[in-house]
């Protein structure tokens, strides 16, 4: 049997380099995370073949001293950290003190740098572990690193390595997260001798945009929010707008890009509710804390991270992100940070000034007070004056209605609902109405509709086409998840009983539940074997076909048990009822039917998608249209 033996450090750093440095993508993090905590602003990188031949980072930072140099390719030697109480609470982005040596041990690689008070600069090379001593140098104030044939000597690992293309790939998408990890950061990406990538100094929505995309941009909501010790800030993407796969979600923590399972899990939850099932959300959050809070010690590539209160995290995390989606109602608009850009004296619609990158936020009834009335220019026509006396009758009662007397449903009252639910939704309307100044409302006035499955509405800068199940159906949804909230859901007694076929699971569900189901607002009872009777359904769902809601929740039901009904399957079975009680294709709407519609999804939470994650209206702006025919080119 072969004598325990203590292997070199070149073994050593070799076997460590397995896991810090598992392909060129790897070491070029540890070298920029290094210039990062050096205080560096500009970063230029320089791959050759993917960085399989060259990785050469070129930043700003502060240096290195001569006396330090050869120190910094020691293994376990760094700055970072000096006692284990540093090391509870690492406020950098490395700490470990084995990247360098990791790197060093597989490669050539040659470290020059130049403190900000030397009269020149130090020069040290390392061959695959060999140091030789430094040397003096020509350099700027900063540090220059650059690794040669990546595991040249190593062929065993070096096979694992893919094309060129696809490191170089890697390395583009770490040189991305950082670089919005450091939006007041310059960074410079070249590859080949061909400059691929530079992002200029700046904030976060210009760093967005020029990474993720201008559509991310534009539609993104902004957030911020802290509760304590813990503070989630930056951008999340608008549901609408899901992507096919993860790439483009960036989350941080203390400035450390992670994938974490639990941050995963609370922001899958919080776009549940609006998200497209088989879409994925974009975002760019960041999520701050104290450094006791989280330890990055987990793993070598520090991409995981354990935090102390994790369910305080996750709880925090669900509930700011919900907070920032619940806004998504219908009408939202991208703007800048200046006025409306509406011309003031022809009413044109401007784009957004050069470089400025727009958030949502809910554009108000007096955004469009200086348009003046709503009118349509006389026509030299026969038919001039019906139009416009057909635009009179359309809108002159949202003119005059008095705000307690605002629209409150597709052609239908209030009567009945309860009175809880009539104040909350009496303060919403109330709210929005009070900002009615005689404009046009963020979904404007409904002109028709289209092979009965869209609403069509004019606003003040163009078209709104709504799909009108799939708003009715949010607005519902929502009504009967605030109704379960604030109590049980009010039954509507039915006059003749309902009375059905039903299988024998079905009965039994009956039979079982009746207490759930009277909560959902059901009265369901057995007439029979193979019969049963409804007596009553609730109320905010009285028009919809009873049969068959009954069947649907009773399906639900069985399938999930009575008591995750009420708790983590709740809002699924109120997703189903809302979509039996909405409004359905090819239902012809009157006129005042369609602004009601309107008018619910502009005090709607969530609007913006039906239960589904799929949108419920688009618009065409005076600009899109004049596209569309070539007007004024």
């Known amino acids: ?136 140098a020509a350099l700027s104030v900063g540090t220059t690193i650059e690794v040669h044939d990546l595991y040249y000597q190593l062929p065993a690992r070096r096979k694992f390595l893919k094309s060129d293309s696809t490191e170089y790939a890697h390395c583009a998408d770490m040189v991305q997260r950082l670089a919005l990890a450091n939006p007041d950061k310059q960074f410079t990406l070249t590859h080949n001798g061909r400059a691929q990538q530079r992002y200029l ?116 995390l669900l509930h700011s992100l919900k907070k920032a989606l619940a806004d998504t109602r219908a009408g939202m608009v991208p703007t800048d940070a ?63 209605s008095n705000t307690s007397q605002s629209a409150v449903g597709i052609g239908r009252d209030r009567e009945g609902e309860p009175q809880t639910v009539q104040l909350v939704r009496q303060g919403e309307a109330t709210k929005r109405m009070a900002d009615y100044d005689g404009g ?48 049980r859901l009010p039954t509507q007694p039915l006059l003749i009983p309902h ?10 569900t009956v039979e079982d539940h009746g207490e759930a189901l009277a909560q959902l607002g059901f009265d369901l009872s057995v007439q029979s074997p193979t019969h049963l009777a409804i007596r009553g359904v609730p109320l905010l769902l009285k028009d919809a076909d009873a049969v068959e809601l009954a069947k649907s929740v009773l399906a639900d039901i069985r399938e999930v048990g009575a008591s995750q009904v009420l708790t983590g399957r709740r809002n699924e079975i109120l997703a189903t009822m809302a979509c039996h009680g909405s409004v359905r294709a090819n239902r012809a709407l009157t006129i005042p039917e369609m602004n009601a519609l309107l008018r619910e999804m502009e005090v709607t939470e969530r609007s913006g998608q039906c239960n589904h994650g799929r949108p419920t209206w688009f618009r065409l702006t005076m600009n899109d249209l004049d596209k569309l025919f070539m007007r004024g080119q």
């Open 499 to 508: 009375v059905f076929p039903a299988d024998r699971l079905d009965v039994a």
């Open 201 to 316: 100094a700046g904030d976060l929505a210009k760093r967005a945009a020029a990474i993720l995309g201008d559509e991310f941009a534009a539609s993104a909501i902004a957030i911020d929010e802290a509760a304590g010790p813990l503070r989630i800030h930056g951008l999340t993407g608008s549901p609408t707008l899901g992507k096919a796969s993860r790439d483009a979600q960036y989350f941080f923590v203390n400035g450390r890009f992670v994938r974490d399972k639990v941050i995963q899990h609370a922001l899958r939850e919080a776009y549940r509710d609006v998200l497209h099932h088989d879409r994925h959300a974009a975002y760019c959050l960041f999520l701050d804390l104290e450094p006791e809070g989280v330890d990055v010690n987990v793993h070598p590539t520090k991409i995981e991270v354990r935090f102390r209160e994790s369910q305080a995290v996750y709880r925090f």
């Open 338 to 400: 200046a006025p409306a850009n509406v011309d003031p004296e022809t009413g044109e619609v401007l784009m957004p000034p050069s470089g400025q990158s727009p958030v949502l936020r809910p554009q108000t009834y007096a955004d469009f007070a200086a348009r003046g009335a709503y009118s349509q220019q006389p026509m030299p026509l026969p038919m001039a004056n019906e139009p416009l006396a057909l635009y009179e009758k359309m809108f002159g009662d949202l003119r005059t």
């Open 440 to 487: 046009v409302p963020p979904l404007g006035f409904a002109l028709a509709q289209l092979h009965g499955v869209y609403v069509l509405s004019q606003t003040a800068d163009g078209l709104i086409v709504v799909d009108m199940h799939a708003a009715h159906e949010r607005v519902v949804y929502e009504k009967l998840k605030t109704a379960l909230d604030l109590e």
């Open 1 to 136: 049997m072969p004598r325990i033996q203590v292997l070199s450090d070149t073994l050593v750093n070799q076997i460590a380099a397995g896991e810090v440095v598992e392909r060129p993508a790897n070491a070029l993090k540890e070298l920029l995370e290094n210039s990062i905590d050096a205080g560096s602003v500009n970063l230029n990188v320089e791959l050759m073949a993917g960085g399989t031949k060259l990785i050469k980072v070129i930043d700003d930072g502060i240096g290195i001293g001569r006396d330090d140099l050869a120190l910094a390719l020691h293994r376990h030697a760094t700055s970072k950290i000096r006692d284990f109480d540093d090391l509870q609470r690492v406020a950098t982005l490395g700490f470990r003190g084995e990247g360098l040596a990791s790197i060093a041990s597989v490669s050539r690689l040659v470290l020059t740098s130049r403190e900000r008070d030397g009269s020149h600069a130090w020069r040290v090379e390392a061959d695959h572990g060999r140091l030789t001593e430094p040397e003096p």
